[in-house]
Nanobody, 114 residues
Framework: QVQLVESGGGLVQPGGSLRLSCAAS????????MGWYRQAPGKQRELVAR???????NYADSVKGRFTISSMNAKNTFYLQMNSLKPEDTAVYYC????????WGQGAQVTVSS
Protein backbone atom coordinates (compact mmCIF):
# COMPACT_ATOMS: atom_id res chain seq x y z
CA GLN A 1 0.00 0.00 0.00
CA VAL A 2 1.06 3.55 -0.76
CA GLN A 3 -0.41 6.68 0.78
CA LEU A 4 -0.17 10.05 -0.99
CA VAL A 5 -0.81 13.37 0.76
CA GLU A 6 -0.91 16.56 -1.26
CA SER A 7 -0.29 20.13 -0.19
CA GLY A 8 0.36 23.51 -1.76
CA GLY A 9 -2.85 24.45 -3.53
CA GLY A 10 -4.48 27.85 -3.22
CA LEU A 11 -5.53 31.04 -4.91
CA VAL A 12 -3.06 32.84 -7.15
CA GLN A 13 -3.28 35.70 -9.64
CA PRO A 14 -2.72 35.12 -13.35
CA GLY A 15 0.99 35.00 -14.07
CA GLY A 16 1.78 33.76 -10.58
CA SER A 17 3.37 30.55 -9.37
CA LEU A 18 2.49 27.68 -7.06
CA ARG A 19 4.24 24.49 -6.08
CA LEU A 20 2.26 21.37 -5.31
CA SER A 21 3.80 18.69 -3.11
CA CYS A 22 2.91 15.02 -2.86
CA ALA A 23 4.32 13.13 0.11
CA ALA A 24 4.39 9.37 -0.26
CA SER A 25 4.52 6.75 2.49
CA UNK A 26 4.15 3.00 2.72
CA UNK A 27 5.52 0.67 0.02
CA UNK A 28 7.24 3.42 -1.92
CA UNK A 29 9.94 1.06 -3.18
CA UNK A 30 7.36 -0.27 -5.63
CA UNK A 31 6.69 3.09 -7.28
CA UNK A 32 8.03 3.40 -10.83
CA UNK A 33 5.80 6.15 -12.22
CA MET A 34 4.53 9.42 -10.73
CA GLY A 35 2.24 11.98 -12.21
CA TRP A 36 -0.06 14.93 -11.73
CA TYR A 37 -3.59 15.10 -13.11
CA ARG A 38 -6.23 17.79 -12.89
CA GLN A 39 -9.96 18.03 -13.17
CA ALA A 40 -11.79 21.25 -13.88
CA PRO A 41 -15.54 21.62 -13.19
CA GLY A 42 -17.58 19.82 -15.82
CA LYS A 43 -14.50 18.30 -17.45
CA GLN A 44 -12.78 14.94 -17.38
CA ARG A 45 -9.63 14.37 -15.38
CA GLU A 46 -6.60 14.93 -17.58
CA LEU A 47 -2.90 14.23 -17.38
CA VAL A 48 -0.78 17.29 -16.62
CA ALA A 49 2.70 15.81 -16.24
CA ARG A 50 4.36 12.50 -15.50
CA UNK A 51 7.79 11.11 -14.77
CA UNK A 52 9.06 7.55 -14.66
CA UNK A 53 11.77 5.96 -12.58
CA UNK A 54 14.29 6.68 -15.33
CA UNK A 55 13.55 10.39 -15.19
CA UNK A 56 11.69 10.62 -18.50
CA UNK A 57 9.02 13.31 -18.36
CA ASN A 58 5.91 14.05 -20.40
CA TYR A 59 3.73 17.13 -20.26
CA ALA A 60 0.35 18.13 -21.60
CA ASP A 61 0.77 20.59 -24.45
CA SER A 62 -1.15 23.21 -22.47
CA VAL A 63 1.48 23.33 -19.71
CA LYS A 64 4.74 22.75 -21.58
CA GLY A 65 7.31 25.37 -20.70
CA ARG A 66 5.33 26.50 -17.65
CA PHE A 67 5.08 23.45 -15.38
CA THR A 68 7.86 21.19 -14.13
CA ILE A 69 7.48 17.80 -12.47
CA SER A 70 10.19 16.49 -10.20
CA SER A 71 10.87 12.94 -9.13
CA MET A 72 10.75 11.76 -5.56
CA ASN A 73 13.41 13.20 -3.29
CA ALA A 74 14.98 11.88 -0.10
CA LYS A 75 11.88 12.97 1.82
CA ASN A 76 9.73 10.74 -0.41
CA THR A 77 8.06 13.80 -1.86
CA PHE A 78 7.58 14.81 -5.47
CA TYR A 79 6.51 18.17 -6.79
CA LEU A 80 4.76 20.07 -9.52
CA GLN A 81 6.14 23.56 -10.00
CA MET A 82 3.61 25.72 -11.82
CA ASN A 83 4.68 29.06 -13.28
CA SER A 84 2.94 31.63 -15.46
CA LEU A 85 -0.42 30.35 -14.27
CA LYS A 86 -3.50 31.08 -16.32
CA PRO A 87 -7.19 31.12 -15.37
CA GLU A 88 -7.66 27.96 -17.44
CA ASP A 89 -5.28 26.15 -15.08
CA THR A 90 -7.97 26.36 -12.39
CA ALA A 91 -8.80 22.81 -11.30
CA VAL A 92 -8.43 20.24 -8.59
CA TYR A 93 -4.98 18.73 -8.97
CA TYR A 94 -4.29 15.12 -8.02
CA CYS A 95 -0.98 13.39 -7.62
CA UNK A 96 -0.71 9.80 -8.73
CA UNK A 97 1.79 7.02 -8.21
CA UNK A 98 1.94 3.64 -9.86
CA UNK A 99 3.54 0.60 -8.28
CA UNK A 100 1.84 -2.72 -7.85
CA UNK A 101 -1.32 -0.71 -8.48
CA UNK A 102 -2.27 2.95 -8.90
CA UNK A 103 -2.67 5.35 -5.98
CA TRP A 104 -4.20 8.82 -5.83
CA GLY A 105 -3.73 11.79 -3.58
CA GLN A 106 -6.74 13.52 -2.04
CA GLY A 107 -6.65 16.47 -4.44
CA ALA A 108 -5.66 20.12 -4.05
CA GLN A 109 -7.67 23.05 -5.34
CA VAL A 110 -5.77 25.51 -7.52
CA THR A 111 -7.62 28.68 -8.44
CA VAL A 112 -6.11 31.24 -10.80
CA SER A 113 -8.05 34.46 -10.69
CA SER A 114 -7.56 38.19 -10.32
Amino acid sequence: QVQLVESGGGLVQPGGSLRLSCAASGSIFSIYYMGWYRQAPGKQRELVARINSGGTTNYADSVKGRFTISSMNAKNTFYLQMNSLKPEDTAVYYCYADGTRGYWGQGAQVTVSS
